[in-house]
């Protein structure tokens, strides 16, 4: 295993611009990017890639975007959206993928705070949505779109993809100049997040610490040379941009992009990638899949697969345990493995999967057991954006089931007074952007990062995270959902005193709604109502037709992911003697699912 002081002189010096070139020299011809897959998929070799990069580049800063400028990015997972990405780093520039389920007000907020100078958009779908916020952005110079023919045909400000790339003839000194002026600590991109009010922050990344991150993971768990990999989540994800973007130019690897999720499964079985990094939603989808392989076993082959199994599933508690595995299971687990559980991986596209992470929410250890019983150990990892991804991470030979490992090679973590983990070392982002363009720090003087997650470190240094400081869901997909936003957004309503909204570690958002006990009353009389006692109420058509309403309405401002699914009505009132509230009358959430348990799991059921 590398330590601190190894991934130190890995990592220095090195730029995401320079290894770029380092692969358009080294491995020209070797394919860098492919979208989708069969006889319609198309393959960038790294030679082409930069190129193309290279080319953008050039009309980038014909249309004026300058360094330390913001650039926008509303596209899908396409080869376009790689290339623009690239393209403005050369430039100096922070590029920033946005979500496409960001709600309108949303799309406004990021588009006025970033006071981004270029806005590159796909097609009819990103211009419509980006339309109404183009007034919220003065500095804007120009709308770079895809697909020229969709936007508007008179207006100088939007300009065609093609005609950006094709606007200056090659110059290749300029751009190798632009290259060399890349230094490990100059920003790289800025991804918006959302903190506990709701609001999006801008997380500021450097060179220097997603090529850490990157190499870091290629020394704790090693893969083959020219790894092949899987893109699938949106590139606004952490997860994505450090595993679709810079890692396989920090290895020069081969990434393989799923524009539509819903073609994951098909994409890993023709990619076979030799790592995969899944929400806990995705590896319960492919655990699902694997048990309806192993339900047509019969017979012989049933028993043999079975007794695979077992041996598997005994390694990893033993190695979870951190105890020392005995040689007569090391050496038939080996054979069993090869002969009997890697065809049953094959049915999800993961018999040569290497590294198989989970993180972003924490995964049922369930789940977990029976990946490793069937061959495919997926070991946990910690962080945040503002960490680059992975702070901690479990790997083969240290980790233990329900923690997610230790921090990775030149990173601390340690335990404030309150239990907050709080973390120091290379990936700790350089700080927030703010409005005016400055990058504003959010470390101490000793440089350590305060991750609003509560946990505890064992004394073999892995990290058990157990509560949120701050109050943020985190969806089985892994969407992070600032609750306070949604619940004031329902309470809006006058009927409605109380709203949580209810949704970490499951699908979707689900509320909890609690009549007043003073204004239902009052609206039931307005509104004619024969009844008035809040149970009743709570029951009555006329309520809930009012409250689905309210429920549209908040949701027509959220994004998609934040959006209510399903919601309860619960008549209340909610008091401090009846458990949900604290003496200063705010909500006492874990007193709430208990007390209401069975409210929360029917709209799951």
């Not at 270029?118 to 697909?147: F, N, S, T, Y």
């Not at 009505?569 to 003697?577: A, C, K, S």
């Amino acid at each position: 295993m590398a330590t601190a002081e190894q991934l130190h002189r890995a990592v220095e010096g090195l730029t995401i611009t320079g290894l770029l070139r380092r692969n358009a020299q080294q491995f020209a011809d070797r394919p860098a990017l492919t979208t989708g897959i069969g006889p319609d998929a198309g393959t960038l070799s790294w030679s082409q890639l930069r190129a193309e990069v290279a080319a953008l580049t050039r009309g980038l800063v014909a249309l004026g975007l300058e360094r330390g400028d913001r650039m926008l990015i509303a596209m899908s997972k396409r080869a376009e959206h790689w290339i623009a990405d690239l393209a403005a780093i050369h430039v100096g520039a922070l590029p920033c993928s946005t979500y496409d389920t960001l709600s309108t007000e949303q799309i406004r907020f990021v588009a006025r705070h970033s006071a981004a100078t270029v806005l590159v958009l796909e097609g009819e779908e990103q211009i419509r949505r980006w339309e109404p916020a183009l007034k919220e952005m003065p500095r804007l110079r120009a709308v770079v779109v895809l697909d020229r023919d969709a936007a508007p045909a008179d207006d100088p400000l939007h300009v065609g993809y093609a005609a950006v790339r094709g606007a200056v003839p090659p110059d290749d000194s300029a751009f190798e100049a632009l290259t060399d002026a890349a230094t490990p600590d100059r920003p790289l991109t800025v991804m918006y997040t959302s903190g506990t009010t709701g609001e999006p922050k801008g997380v500021v990344l450097s060179h220097r610490n997603v090529v850490h991150e990157c190499l870091m993971q290629d020394h704790l768990v090693p893969v083959p040379e020219h790894p092949r990999s899987v893109a699938y989540l949106p590139m606004a994800h952490i997860a994505e941009r450090v595993l679709g973007i810079y890692m396989p130019i920090c290895n020069a690897g081969h990434v393989t992009l799923c524009p539509d999720p819903a073609q994951l499964l098909p994409t890993l079985r023709a990619v076979r990638p030799h790592g995969f990094f899944g929400v806990p939603r995705v590896w319960e989808k492919l655990a699902a899949g694997l048990r309806a392989k192993l339900a047509t076993l019969a017979g012989e082959q049933a028993a043999v697969v079975e007794q695979a199994r077992r041996t598997a599933l005994e390694v990893f508690r033993l190695r979870s345990a951190g105890k020392d595995l005995p040689a007569e299971l090391t050496g038939p687990l080996e054979h069993l493995d090869d002969q009997v559980l890697r065809p049953v991986r094959a049915a999800v596209g993961l018999d040569e999967c290497r590294r198989a992470i989970s993180g972003a929410a924490p995964i049922p250890t369930g789940v977990l057991e029976f990946l490793a019983g069937v061959g495919l150990p997926v070991y946990e990892v910690w962080g945040l954006s503002e960490t680059t991804g992975a702070a901690t991470v479990s790997t083969p030979e240290v980790f233990a089931l329900g923690s997610v490992g230790r921090p990775g090679p030149g990173i601390e973590v340690k335990e404030a007074r309150d239990g907050e983990l709080l973390v120091r070392g290379p990936v700790v982002f350089p700080g927030y952007l703010r409005a005016d363009g400055r990058i504003e720090p959010a470390t101490d003087a000793e440089g350590w990062l305060a991750t609003g997650d509560v946990g505890t470190v064992d004394s073999r240094g892995i990290v058990t995270v157990t509560d949120r400081k701050k109050e943020i869901i985190i969806t089985d997909g892994g969407k992070n959902i600032a609750p306070t936003k949604i619940e004031s957004l329902l309470r809006a309503h006058p009927l409605v005193a109380h709203a949580v909204a209810i949704g970490d570690r499951r699908r979707y958002v689900t509320a909890l709604l609690v009549l007043d006990e003073e204004a239902a009353p009052l609206w039931a009389r307005e509104h004619g109502l024969p009844v008035s006692g809040l149970d009743a109420l709570s029951r009555h058509p006329a309520v809930l037709a009012a409250l689905d309403q309210a429920v549209a309405d908040a949701n027509a401002v959220l994004s998609r992911a934040e959006q209510v699914k399903k919601y309860r009505v619960l008549p209340g009132p909610w008091t401090t003697e009846t458990g949900e509230l604290t003496p200063k009358l705010s909500l006492r959430r874990r007193a709430i699912g208990h007390l209401h348990a069975a409210a929360i799991e029917s709209m799951y059921t």
